[in-house]
C-alpha cells in the first residue's frame, strides 16, 4: 500500500508526534528486550491497551507512544491492528480482541494479550478502538520505522518508500544511522531520498541533486513545494521537476506503447486463426468469435473443473481450449461451409447463423450472465520498471503468449507437411489433388487449426477480461479489419496489424475517448482499405477480391 | 480534388464514347502499324524489335510456337502491357502508346479473348445489346429505349453469327462453340475496325470450327481481323497472309503456302520437334 | 419517363401490386368498419405492427436491388435505415415543442438533461417538415454516396465490401451511443408527439402511416422494377456474374454500382422513416451489425434477385420473429440463426425460388415448349 501524502497540512504537529514515535521506536530496538513472567505481560499489556480507551486523540496518541516506549513484542501486532480498525474490546468483560476477519455477523477474534484463538464473537458485544487521520499517519510511521529495522528487504524498501517526506528533524538523525547500517542499495537509494526531501524542506539547495531525477510522487510534491518559492533552491527544483516533467512523459509513452502492444497482441490473438481459415483457405467465418468465446469458456469449465487449482486449469486450458475450439469448427465445416465452397457471401450468412446459434446455445446451457476467470497467482500482479511505470504481469504473459501462438502457426505453415499441403491446395486445388493431397482432409485440417487457435485466443482472453456469451461479437469486426488491414493470406501482415492497430488505438485514447478512439480507428482501416484493397502487405499472385 | 478529377474524365468518356469511326485515318496505308517494339520482362525479351503493319479490311493470321510472344503483341495493341521502345500506330492518326485501355477500346479496337466469357444470366440478345456500341453512362443507360434501328443491329449479328433461333436462351446454356461465336458477335456490335481474336477455334468440333472459318472470313473486308491460332488447318481455311512469329519478332510472312515452304519457318518447327524428341 | 412505367407491362409487377392494393384494403376495412368485439377485427396494434413489416419489407426490397442485381452484399443498410430514421426522429423531436418534460421550446428533452445552450448547426432544419423528410433520403443517400465512392473506386467488392460495410454500421453505432453526439445517445430519439400536426397515439394515424408505408413499398418495388427491367438492370446483372468482361464493354461499372447503391441507401432511409413513427422511437440499436444482416436473411430466404421474394421473406421472418419472441423468447435466436443456414445450405434460390421452379413446371406440363434449359 502506498501511503498518501494528504498530511502536509499538518507538518508542525506532525513533526512534535514522529519525534515521540521516533524516540520511542529507537529504545524499542536498540534496548535488549526484558525477560518478563507471562503474567507480567498480560498486567502490562492491558494497562497499556487500557490507555488507549479514552475519548482524547491527544491522549491516544500518548498512549500509542507508551506502547511503542514498552518495547513489548505484540506491539506490532498490536499497532497494525489499531491501524487497519480491528483491535477491538469486549464491551461486557472489557477485554481487548484482534478480530481477524470482519465479515458477516460473528466475527473469529483472538486475544489481544495472550494471543489464544477466542472463537466467533457477535459484533454487536464489540467497540472498536477508533482512531482518526493523524493518528493513522503516525502508526503508519512508526510501523514503517519498525519494518526499516526488522523487515526482510522487500519490507525495507517499501518502508523506505513511505517515508519519503515524513522526516523531521529527530527522525532524520535515527534514519542517518539506519542508512550507515543499510546494506541495500535500493533502501539506501529511498532513505537518501527521504533525507534528502528533509533537507530540500530546510533549504539545502544539494538535496535536488539527490532528488533530480525521482519519479516518485511524494518527492514531486516536495519538489513542487520547493519549486513555489523563490531563490536558487526554487529555481534548482523548478530545473529538477522539468527534468523529471520529461522523464514522467518517456514512461506514459512507454506505458501506452505497453498497453498498445498489450492490445495488439489479444487481437493479433483473434485474428491470427482467422488469418487462416480466411486469409489462407478464404472461407469467411463469421462464427470465429464464438470460436475465440468457447475457448474462454473452456477455460472457464477447466477452473469449476479443478476448483482451487487455477495455475493448473490455466495450463490444461490450453489444450482442451484448442481442442474445443477445433472440433467445434470442424463441425462447422463439415456442416455448413463444405456445401458451400465457392460462395463466400452464403458462407457468410450461414456462418453468422452459426454464430447466433452458439451464443444462444452458451445462454441456454451456461448462463446469459458473466462469468469471471481467476487469475492463478503467479499470474497476477506487476513488474515494477520504476516508481511511475509497471507492468501488469496478466497482459505480459498474454503477450509472450502471442508471440508463441504466432511463432508455432508460422512453424506449421512453413515447415511441416501441412502447411505445404495447405499453401498448394490454395494455389491450385486440382493440381493439388492430381498430385495426391488430398484436399478435403487438407480443408478439415486447415480449419481445425485456425480454429483452434480461436480457442487459443479466448483462453487468453479470459486472463483479462470477463466471459460471457457475447464475447465473440465484439472481436469479430476487430478479427476481420486486422486481417484485411495486413493483408489477406499473410500471417506476418496480420501480426503488424494488430499491434499497429492496438498502438494506435491507445495513443488515441487519451485525447479520444475510448470509443471515438475506436471509432476513428474504423474509419481509418475503411478508408486505408479503399486506397489499398488489398492491405498492408498484398500478397502477390491470389486474387484479392472475394 | 479528386471527384473533380474524376468528373473531367467523365467528360472525356463522353468524348470518346461519340461515334469515332470516321476518325481513324486509313489513306495513308495501314490500319494498324507497329515498329521497332521490344518490351522485356525481367530481362527476357518477349517482343523483340517487333515490325508489324495490317491492312485495312484485311484478315490476317499470327501463328507461331509457344512463347513466340503473340499474347503480348496483343497485350500490347489492346493496351494491356507498354513496350519498352518502339511505336504503335492505329491509323496514322491514333498514337496507341498515350491512351489507356478503354481509350483503345472505344477507338474501335476490339479483343476476344481465349476463353468466352459472355454474361450467363442473361440471353443471347441481351448480351448483344449490352455490348452495342451506345452512350454507356449510367442514367442514358437506365433510360435506354430498344429501338427498331438498334433491333434491326442486333438482328443482323444474330443472323451472322448463326445464334438467331437462340436469341431468347440465356447464354449460360450456349455450347462452348455458340459462347465464342457470341463472344464475336459481342464484339461486332461495337462495330470495331480492328478485331483481334485469340485462338478462336481451341477446343472446338469440326463443324464449329467450319462456321467459325465462315464467320471470321465473312467479316474480312468490313473489318480488319487478327487472328491467332495454333490450329494449323483452321489457319489454312482461313488465311490469305500469315505472319510466323519467333521469339518475339517475324520470322517469316506471306501467304501460308510461302510460309510452310521457308526454311528458317522449317528450322523453327522442325528444330523445335526435334528438341522435343 | 418511359422507362418508369415499363413495369407496369410485367405481370409479376400486376400481380404484386394487385395483391399489396388487396391487402392494404383489407386491414383498412377490417380496422374501420368491423366492430371491436367481432373476430375479424383488426386493432389498432396490429396495424401497427403490420405497417412496420411493410417498412421492413420496403428495406429488405432495397437490399434485394444491390444483393440480388448488383451482387453487393451490403451489411450497411440498417445503418442507411436508421439514418432515415433519424432524420425523421429529429423531425417529430422538434414537433413536440414544450410539450417535454423540462417544457424548453426549442431544446428537445436530453439536450436540456446535458446541459446544452443551444441546438447543434446539424438539428437546424428538422422543424421543417419538408426538410426533415428531404433529409430522410439525402442523409442515408450522401453517406452512401461518400461510402459508395470510396468502395467502388477502388473495386472493393464481394466480401471485402461486405466485411467494410458491416464495420461502418459499427463504427456508426459506438457514435450514435455517444451522448456528444447530440442525438440522444442510449435513448435516442422518442416520446414524440405529433406528425404533421396529427396524434401519433391515435389509430387513425397510425392507418394513415399503415396506408403510406403500403404506398410506398409500392413506390420502391416499382422503382426497383423499372431499374432492373432497364437496359441498367442488365448491365447490373452482367457486372455481377463478370465484372471484369463488363468494364471491358465500356461501362462503368463503379458509377453503376454506386448509383443503384444511392438509390437503393434512399429507399433504406424511407423505410426507416416510416418505421419511426409507428414505433416511436429510434435508438442507435438500429444499427447493430445484427440487423442488418439479418435483412438479408430476410431476402435470402425470400428468394434473391426477384424483389418479390424480398418482400415475403421480410414480412414472415418478422411475423415468425413476433410470434417466437412472444411465445418463447429464447428459442428465437436458435430459429434465426438456424434460418441463415438453412436458407443458404438447403434454399439457396429461397421461397420465391421454389415458387418459381413449380410454376414453371407447370407451365412446361401445360404447353409443349421444345426449349428447356438446364
Not at chain 1, 82 to 87: K, P, T, V
Not at chain 1, 226 to 248: F, M
Not at chain 2, 128 to 156: C, F, N, S, Y
Request: aromatic share 8%; net charge negative; charged share 20%.
Amino acid at each position: 500500500m502506498r501511503i498518501p501524502c494528504t498530511f502536509l497540512g499538518h507538518a508542525r504537529w506532525h513533526a512534535a508526534m514522529t519525534r515521540i514515535v521516533s524516540l520511542g521506536l529507537l529504545c524499542l530496538l536498540i534496548a535488549i528486550p526484558v525477560a518478563a513472567t507471562a503474567q507480567d505481560d498480560v498486567d502490562n499489556g492491558q494497562a497499556l491497551l487500557e490507555a488507549l480507551d479514552v475519548r482524547s486523540f491527544q491522549d491516544k496518541a500518548e498512549a500509542i507512544n507508551a506502547i511503542i516506549e514498552s518495547e513489548d513484542e505484540r506491539a506490532n501486532d498490536w499497532l497494525q491492528a489499531l491501524l487497519d480498525g480491528d483491535l477491538q474490546r469486549h464491551k461486557d468483560d472489557g477485554r481487548f480482541v484482534i478480530v481477524t476477519d470482519n465479515v458477516g455477523r460473528e466475527w473469529p477474534v483472538i486475544d489481544a494479550l495472550s494471543g489464544d484463538d477466542l472463537g466467533e464473537m457477535s459484533r454487536r458485544d464489540l467497540a472498536r478502538i477508533n482512531i482518526n487521520n493523524a493518528l493513522r499517519r503516525q502508526l503508519r510511521s512508526a510501523l514503517s520505522m519498525v519494518e526499516l529495522y526488522t523487515g526482510d528487504r522487500d519490507e525495507r524498501r517499501e518502508a523506505a518508500k513511505g517515508l519519503i517526506g515524513k522526516v523531521d528533524d529527530e527522525l532524520s538523525d535515527s534514519l542517518a544511522s539506519r542508512l550507515e547500517n543499510e546494506s541495500d542499495e535500493d533502501v539506501r537509494h529511498r532513505l537518501n531520498q527521504a533525507l534528502a526531501v528533509y533537507r530540500l524542506e530546510q533549504g539545502d539547495i544539494d538535496a535536488v541533486e539527490t532528488l533530480a531525477g525521482s519519479l516518485n510522487s511524494d518527492v514531486r510534491v516536495a519538489l513542487t513545494r520547493a519549486a513555489d518559492g523563490e531563490g536558487a533552491v526554487a529555481d534548482a527544483a523548478q530545473a529538477a521537476l522539468a527534468d523529471i516533467e520529461q522523464t514522467l512523459k518517456l514512461n506514459r509513452g512507454a506505458e501506452t506503447l505497453y498497453f498498445g502492444l498489450s492490445m495488439g497482441s489479444v487481437l493479433v490473438l483473434a485474428a491470427i486463426g482467422l488469418a487462416i481459415t480466411f486469409g489462407v483457405m478464404g472461407v469467411i467465418n463469421m462464427a470465429h468469435g464464438e470460436l475465440i468465446m468457447l475457448g474462454a469458456y473452456s477455460s472457464w469449465m477447466m477452473q469449476q473443473l479443478l476448483p482451487g487449482y487455477p495455475g493448473i486449469a490455466v495450463l490444461l486450458s490450453i489444450p482442451v481450449g484448442f481442442l474445443v475450439s477445433a472440433l467445434v469448427g470442424v463441425v462447422i465445416e463439415r456442416s455448413v461451409i463444405q456445401h458451400l465452397k465457392g460462395r463466400p457471401l452464403e458462407t457468410l450468412l450461414a456462418t453468422f447463423g452459426v454464430s447466433l446459434i452458439l451464443q444462444q446455445l452458451v445462454r441456454t446451457v451456461v448462463s446469459p450472465l458473466n462469468r469471471s476467470v481467476t487469475t492463478p497467482e503467479w499470474m497476477s500482479g506487476s513488474v515494477a520498471i520504476n516508481d511511475a511505470l509497471s507492468l501488469t504481469l496478466n497482459r505480459l504473459y498474454v503477450m509472450g503468449f502471442a508471440v508463441l501462438v504466432f511463432a508455432a502457426l508460422i512453424l506449421v505453415m512453413h515447415r511441416t507437411r501441412l502447411g505445404l499441403e495447405v499453401r498448394a491446395v490454395t494455389q491450385n486445388r486440382a493440381m493439388a489433388r492430381s498430385m495426391g493431397i488430398r484436399a478435403t482432409r487438407v480443408d478439415i485440417m486447415t480449419f481445425a487449426l485456425g480454429s483452434g487457435v480461436a480457442g487459443l485466443a479466448g483462453v487468453a482472453l479470459a486472463q483479462l477480461t470477463n466471459v460471457g456469451p457475447n464475447l465473440g461479437q465484439s472481436y469479430i469486426i476487430d478479427s476481420f479489419m486486422v486481417v484485411v488491414f495486413g493483408g489477406v493470406g499473410n500471417l506476418w501482415g496480420t501480426l503488424v496489424a494488430g499491434l499497429s492497430l492496438g498502438i494506435i488505438n491507445q495513443v488515441l485514447e487519451p485525447w479520444a475517448g475510448a470509443v471515438l478512439a475506436k471509432i476513428m480507428v474504423l474509419v481509418f482501416i475503411i478508408l486505408f482499405i479503399q486506397k489499398r484493397p488489398r492491405g498492408l502487405f498484398p500478397q502477390k499472385g491470389r486474387a484479392a477480391e472475394g | 480534388m479528386n471527384l473533380w478529377q474524376s468528373m473531367a474524365r467523365r467528360d472525356r468518356v463522353f468524348d470518346f464514347l461519340a461515334p469515332t469511326a470516321s476518325s481513324v485515318d486509313v489513306r495513308h496505308g495501314p490500319i494498324l502499324y507497329l515498329e521497332d517494339v521490344t518490351v522485356s520482362f525481367d530481362g527476357f525479351r518477349a517482343i523483340d524489335n517487333l515490325n508489324l503493319t495490317i491492312d485495312d479490311g484485311e484478315l490476317r493470321c499470327i501463328i507461331g510456337p509457344n512463347g513466340a510472344g503473340k499474347t503480348t503483341m496483343m497485350d500490347i495493341i489492346t493496351g494491356k502491357t507498354r513496350p519498352d521502345t518502339g511505336s504503335v500506330w492505329f491509323g496514322s492518326r491514333h498514337d496507341l502508346l498515350t491512351m489507356n485501355e478503354p481509350e483503345i477500346a472505344s477507338l474501335g479496337i476490339g479483343r476476344k479473348f481465349q476463353k468466352p466469357t459472355v454474361f450467363e444470366a442473361l440471353t443471347v440478345f441481351e448480351n448483344l445489346e449490352l455490348a452495342m456500341a451506345a452512350d454507356k453512362r449510367v442514367i442514358p443507360t437506365l433510360t435506354a429505349r430498344l429501338t427498331g434501328e438498334i433491333r434491326d443491329r442486333i438482328d443482323e449479328v444474330l443472323t451472322m453469327t448463326g445464334l438467331a433461333e437462340q436469341q431468347h436462351a440465356l447464354a449460360g446454356i450456349l455450347s462452348h462453340g455458340q459462347k465464342q461465336w457470341l463472344e464475336i458477335g459481342m464484339l461486332l456490335m461495337q462495330r470495331p475496325r480492328l478485331l483481334l481474336v485469340d485462338e478462336p477455334v481451341a477446343g472446338m468440333t469440326e463443324q464449329e470450327m467450319e462456321r467459325t472459318a465462315e464467320l471470321l472470313t465473312g467479316l474480312a473486308g468490313k473489318q480488319s481481323v487478327v487472328v491467332v491460332e495454333h490450329d494449323m488447318g483452321f489457319v489454312r481455311s482461313i488465311a490469305r497472309t500469315v505472319t510466323v512469329l519467333h521469339q518475339g519478332s517475324v520470322l517469316a510472312e506471306g501467304s501460308m503456302d510461302q510460309v510452310q515452304s521457308d526454311p528458317s519457318v522449317i528450322e523453327v518447327y522442325l528444330g523445335e520437334s526435334e528438341e522435343a524428341a | 419517363m418511359h422507362w418508369l412505367g415499363r413495369p407496369f407491362n410485367e405481370r409479376s409487377t400486376q400481380l404484386f401490386l394487385l395483391v399489396l392494393v388487396l391487402a392494404v384494403t383489407l386491414v383498412t376495412v377490417l380496422h374501420l368498419a368491423v366492430s371491436p368485439q367481432h373476430p375479424l377485427y383488426v386493432s389498432g396494434y396490429t396495424v401497427g405492427l403490420l405497417g412496420k413489416y411493410l417498412c421492413f419489407a420496403l428495406l429488405a426490397v432495397a437490399v434485394d436491388l444491390v444483393w440480388g442485381y448488383l451482387g453487393i452484399l451490403s451489411l450497411g443498410h440498417g445503418a442507411f435505415f436508421a439514418l432515415g430514421g433519424y432524420a425523421m426522429g429529429m423531425y417529430l423531436m422538434r414537433q413536440v415543442g414544450d410539450r417535454g418534460t423540462y417544457g424548453d421550446p426549442v431544446l428537445p428533452d436530453f439536450m436540456v438533461f446535458m446541459n446544452w445552450e443551444s441546438l447543434p448547426w446539424y438539428w437546424h432544419g428538422f422543424d421543417m417538415a419538408w426538410f426533415a423528410f428531404l433529409m430522410v433520403f439525402l442523409a442515408p443517400g450522401a453517406l452512401a454516396l461518400v461510402f459508395g465512392y470510396l468502395a467502388f473506386r477502388s473495386r472493393v467488392t464481394g466480401v471485402y465490401l461486405s466485411i467494410i460495410t458491416q464495420a461502418m454500421t459499427f463504427a456508426l453505432m459506438l457514435a450514435f451511443f455517444r451522448n456528444e453526439m447530440g442525438f440522444g445517445g442510449n435513448n435516442g430519439l422518442t416520446d414524440f408527439y405529433d406528425i404533421l400536426g396529427f396524434d401519433l397515439r391515435s389509430n387513425a394515424t397510425g392507418l394513415g402511416l399503415f396506408i403510406a408505408s403500403g404506398i410506398a413499398l409500392a413506390f420502391g418495388y416499382l422503382l426497383c422494377r423499372s431499374i432492373v427491367a432497364s437496359k441498367l438492370g442488365r448491365v447490373c446483372v452482367a457486372s455481377r456474374d463478370a465484372e471484369a468482361r463488363t468494364r471491358f464493354l465500356g461501362y462503368r461499372v463503379e458509377r453503376v454500382q454506386l448509383f443503384v447503391f444511392v438509390v437503393s441507401a434512399m429507399l433504406a432511409g424511407l423505410a426507416g422513416a416510416l418505421y419511426v413513427p409507428q414505433v416511436g422511437i429510434i435508438n442507435p440499436s438500429e444499427f447493430e451489425p445484427l440487423f442488418s444482416i439479418e435483412i438479408v436473411v430476410w431476402v435470402a430466404l425470400g428468394g434473391r434477385a426477384t424483389l418479390y421474394g424480398a418482400v415475403i421473406g421480410a414480412i414472415l421472418v418478422n411475423y415468425a420473429k413476433t410470434i417466437f419472441t412472444g411465445v418463447m423468447p429464447d428459442a428465437w435466436l436458435f430459429a434465426l440463426g438456424g434460418l441463415f443456414v438453412i436458407s443458404t445450405v438447403l434454399l439457396p434460390k429461397g421461397i420465391a425460388g421454389v415458387l418459381a421452379h413449380r410454376f414453371r413446371r407447370r407451365e412446361a406440363s401445360n404447353t409443349t415448349k421444345t426449349e428447356v434449359p438446364a
